[in-house]
Protein backbone atom coordinates (compact mmCIF):
# COMPACT_ATOMS: atom_id res chain seq x y z
CA UNK A 1 0.00 0.00 0.00
CA UNK A 2 1.93 3.27 -1.15
CA UNK A 3 1.84 6.53 0.52
CA UNK A 4 3.67 8.73 2.82
CA UNK A 5 3.45 8.57 6.80
CA UNK A 6 3.78 10.66 9.54
CA UNK A 7 3.98 10.37 13.15
CA UNK A 8 3.28 10.78 15.69
CA UNK A 9 0.06 13.05 15.11
CA UNK A 10 -0.40 15.00 18.14
CA UNK A 11 3.39 15.71 19.31
CA UNK A 12 3.52 18.01 22.27
CA UNK A 13 7.10 19.15 24.16
CA UNK A 14 8.16 21.86 26.41
CA UNK A 15 9.64 25.30 25.36
CA UNK A 16 13.47 24.88 25.03
CA UNK A 17 13.20 21.18 23.91
CA UNK A 18 14.63 20.50 20.18
CA UNK A 19 12.00 17.55 18.54
CA UNK A 20 12.06 15.74 15.21
CA UNK A 21 9.07 14.87 13.22
CA UNK A 22 8.94 12.27 11.11
CA UNK A 23 8.20 11.23 7.27
CA UNK A 24 8.09 8.23 5.22
CA UNK A 25 7.12 7.87 1.61
CA UNK A 26 7.34 4.36 -0.63
CA UNK A 27 6.26 5.99 -3.60
CA UNK A 28 9.73 6.12 -4.55
CA UNK A 29 9.55 10.04 -5.18
CA UNK A 30 12.46 12.24 -5.66
CA UNK A 31 10.85 15.22 -3.80
CA UNK A 32 9.55 16.45 -1.03
CA UNK A 33 8.50 18.78 1.22
CA UNK A 34 7.54 20.05 4.51
CA UNK A 35 5.49 23.02 5.05
CA UNK A 36 3.65 24.22 8.04
CA UNK A 37 -0.04 25.36 8.12
CA UNK A 38 -1.37 28.13 11.18
CA UNK A 39 -5.11 28.70 11.21
CA UNK A 40 -6.58 31.15 8.53
CA UNK A 41 -3.52 31.19 6.58
CA UNK A 42 -1.84 28.63 3.68
CA UNK A 43 0.91 26.09 3.36
CA UNK A 44 4.25 27.63 4.24
CA UNK A 45 7.60 25.98 2.89
CA UNK A 46 9.80 25.44 5.34
CA UNK A 47 12.36 22.97 3.31
CA UNK A 48 12.40 20.41 0.21
CA UNK A 49 14.49 18.25 -1.27
CA UNK A 50 14.78 17.56 -4.81
CA UNK A 51 17.07 14.68 -4.39
CA UNK A 52 18.72 12.26 -1.47
CA UNK A 53 21.42 14.11 0.34
CA UNK A 54 20.23 17.70 -1.17
CA UNK A 55 18.03 20.18 0.60
CA UNK A 56 16.79 23.65 0.18
CA UNK A 57 15.31 26.39 2.26
CA UNK A 58 11.82 27.63 1.96
CA UNK A 59 10.37 30.71 2.89
CA UNK A 60 10.05 30.06 6.69
CA UNK A 61 13.30 27.86 7.41
CA UNK A 62 14.40 29.82 10.28
CA UNK A 63 14.38 27.25 13.47
CA UNK A 64 14.06 23.84 11.27
CA UNK A 65 16.73 21.63 9.86
CA UNK A 66 16.40 18.90 7.91
CA UNK A 67 18.11 15.55 6.07
CA UNK A 68 17.18 13.46 3.33
CA UNK A 69 19.93 11.10 3.62
CA UNK A 70 17.29 8.35 2.36
CA UNK A 71 15.26 8.73 -0.79
CA UNK A 72 12.00 7.36 1.47
CA UNK A 73 12.63 9.54 4.32
CA UNK A 74 12.89 13.34 4.92
CA UNK A 75 12.80 14.00 8.62
CA UNK A 76 12.39 17.83 10.27
CA UNK A 77 13.56 19.00 13.32
CA UNK A 78 12.18 21.79 14.94
CA UNK A 79 14.71 23.35 17.08
CA UNK A 80 14.45 25.76 20.39
CA UNK A 81 15.50 28.66 18.12
CA UNK A 82 12.10 28.43 16.33
CA UNK A 83 10.05 31.16 18.35
CA UNK A 84 6.65 30.10 17.81
CA UNK A 85 6.67 26.35 17.04
CA UNK A 86 3.06 25.33 17.47
CA UNK A 87 1.81 24.44 14.21
CA UNK A 88 0.39 21.95 12.55
CA UNK A 89 3.26 20.19 9.79
CA UNK A 90 2.60 18.43 6.72
CA UNK A 91 5.20 16.25 4.61
CA UNK A 92 4.64 15.72 0.85
CA UNK A 93 6.32 14.12 -1.47
CA UNK A 94 6.14 14.28 -5.35
CA UNK A 95 7.91 12.58 -8.35
CA UNK A 96 10.00 15.40 -8.79
CA UNK A 97 9.97 19.11 -8.45
CA UNK A 98 8.22 20.08 -12.11
CA UNK A 99 5.02 20.88 -12.40
CA UNK A 100 4.01 17.74 -10.49
CA UNK A 101 1.00 16.70 -7.81
CA UNK A 102 2.12 16.58 -4.53
CA UNK A 103 1.17 14.24 -2.05
CA UNK A 104 0.15 15.10 1.49
CA UNK A 105 0.80 13.12 4.90
CA UNK A 106 -1.68 13.00 7.29
CA UNK A 107 0.47 15.57 9.16
CA UNK A 108 2.10 16.09 12.96
CA UNK A 109 0.23 18.62 14.94
CA UNK A 110 2.57 19.85 17.50
CA UNK A 111 1.95 21.81 20.95
CA UNK A 112 4.86 23.82 22.21
CA UNK A 113 3.89 24.00 26.13
CA UNK B 1 8.15 37.88 -3.01
CA UNK B 2 5.89 36.07 -4.85
CA UNK B 3 2.69 35.46 -3.82
CA UNK B 4 -0.67 33.96 -4.37
CA UNK B 5 -3.68 35.48 -2.59
CA UNK B 6 -7.41 33.56 -2.51
CA UNK B 7 -10.70 35.52 -1.63
CA UNK B 8 -12.85 34.72 0.21
CA UNK B 9 -11.09 33.98 3.17
CA UNK B 10 -14.55 32.06 4.24
CA UNK B 11 -17.74 31.05 2.58
CA UNK B 12 -20.87 30.31 3.97
CA UNK B 13 -23.90 28.61 1.69
CA UNK B 14 -27.31 26.88 1.87
CA UNK B 15 -26.67 23.52 0.46
CA UNK B 16 -27.59 24.15 -3.14
CA UNK B 17 -26.35 27.10 -3.66
CA UNK B 18 -23.14 27.51 -6.11
CA UNK B 19 -20.01 28.61 -4.86
CA UNK B 20 -16.82 30.38 -6.36
CA UNK B 21 -12.99 30.73 -5.36
CA UNK B 22 -10.90 33.69 -6.72
CA UNK B 23 -6.92 32.72 -6.55
CA UNK B 24 -4.62 35.68 -8.03
CA UNK B 25 -0.56 35.96 -8.28
CA UNK B 26 1.53 38.71 -8.39
CA UNK B 27 3.25 37.32 -11.05
CA UNK B 28 3.00 34.71 -14.27
CA UNK B 29 2.67 31.38 -13.32
CA UNK B 30 3.69 28.19 -15.48
CA UNK B 31 0.67 26.06 -13.52
CA UNK B 32 -2.19 25.98 -11.31
CA UNK B 33 -3.07 23.57 -8.71
CA UNK B 34 -5.94 23.45 -6.90
CA UNK B 35 -6.46 20.84 -3.54
CA UNK B 36 -9.30 20.26 -1.02
CA UNK B 37 -8.51 19.99 2.78
CA UNK B 38 -11.33 18.61 4.58
CA UNK B 39 -11.60 19.44 8.77
CA UNK B 40 -9.23 17.31 10.58
CA UNK B 41 -7.44 16.25 7.16
CA UNK B 42 -4.73 17.35 5.06
CA UNK B 43 -4.88 18.95 1.06
CA UNK B 44 -5.78 16.57 -1.65
CA UNK B 45 -4.76 17.16 -5.02
CA UNK B 46 -7.50 17.64 -6.89
CA UNK B 47 -6.74 18.98 -10.97
CA UNK B 48 -3.51 21.04 -12.60
CA UNK B 49 -4.31 23.60 -15.25
CA UNK B 50 -1.38 24.49 -17.60
CA UNK B 51 -2.52 26.30 -20.39
CA UNK B 52 -3.53 30.10 -20.87
CA UNK B 53 -7.63 30.01 -20.48
CA UNK B 54 -7.52 26.03 -19.50
CA UNK B 55 -11.35 25.12 -18.58
CA UNK B 56 -11.59 21.27 -16.82
CA UNK B 57 -14.41 20.11 -15.39
CA UNK B 58 -15.10 17.00 -12.62
CA UNK B 59 -18.81 16.54 -12.19
CA UNK B 60 -20.06 20.06 -10.18
CA UNK B 61 -16.68 21.31 -10.26
CA UNK B 62 -15.05 24.00 -12.85
CA UNK B 63 -11.85 25.04 -12.66
CA UNK B 64 -10.47 28.03 -15.06
CA UNK B 65 -6.25 29.29 -15.74
CA UNK B 66 -6.78 33.15 -16.71
CA UNK B 67 -5.44 34.08 -20.28
CA UNK B 68 -2.67 36.01 -18.62
CA UNK B 69 -1.92 32.77 -16.88
CA UNK B 70 -2.09 35.00 -13.64
CA UNK B 71 -5.22 34.39 -12.29
CA UNK B 72 -7.67 30.93 -11.77
CA UNK B 73 -11.21 29.95 -10.21
CA UNK B 74 -13.20 27.05 -8.71
CA UNK B 75 -16.66 26.95 -9.25
CA UNK B 76 -18.68 24.51 -7.41
CA UNK B 77 -22.60 23.90 -9.12
CA UNK B 78 -25.33 23.04 -6.13
CA UNK B 79 -22.81 22.71 -3.60
CA UNK B 80 -23.39 19.28 -1.24
CA UNK B 81 -22.24 19.10 1.95
CA UNK B 82 -19.59 16.84 0.87
CA UNK B 83 -18.17 19.52 -0.17
CA UNK B 84 -16.95 21.07 3.10
CA UNK B 85 -13.42 21.70 3.57
CA UNK B 86 -11.13 24.27 2.59
CA UNK B 87 -10.12 24.34 -1.09
CA UNK B 88 -6.41 26.23 -2.18
CA UNK B 89 -4.75 26.92 -4.97
CA UNK B 90 -1.27 26.48 -5.48
CA UNK B 91 1.32 27.60 -8.65
CA UNK B 92 4.76 27.36 -9.59
CA UNK B 93 5.99 30.01 -11.05
CA UNK B 94 9.59 29.72 -12.67
CA UNK B 95 11.65 26.81 -12.32
CA UNK B 96 12.25 27.10 -8.93
CA UNK B 97 10.71 23.75 -8.18
CA UNK B 98 8.65 25.68 -5.11
CA UNK B 99 4.70 25.44 -5.31
CA UNK B 100 3.43 28.58 -3.70
CA UNK B 101 0.03 28.34 -1.99
CA UNK B 102 -2.89 30.46 -1.52
CA UNK B 103 -4.16 31.23 2.12
CA UNK B 104 -7.48 28.74 1.10
CA UNK B 105 -11.14 29.27 1.20
CA UNK B 106 -13.19 27.78 3.81
CA UNK B 107 -16.71 26.49 2.46
CA UNK B 108 -19.44 26.06 4.75
CA UNK B 109 -22.59 24.35 3.42
CA UNK B 110 -25.51 24.04 5.65
CA UNK B 111 -28.16 21.45 5.04
Known sequence: DGGITQSPKYLFRK??????????????????????????QGLRLIYYSQIVNDFQKGDIAEGYSVSREKKESFPLTVTSAQKNPTAFYLCASSPTTSYNEQFFGPGTRLTVL | GQQVMQIPQYQHVQEGE???TYCNSST?????Q????????????????????EVKKQKRLTFQFGEAKKNSSLHITATQTTDVGTYFCAGHSGNTGKLIFGQGTTLQVKP
Open chain 2, 34 to 53: WYKQRPGGHPVFLIQLVKSG
Open chain 2, 18 to 20: DFT
Open chain 2, 28 to 32: TLSNI
Open chain 1, 15 to 40: EGQNVTLSCEQNLNHDAMYWYRQDPG
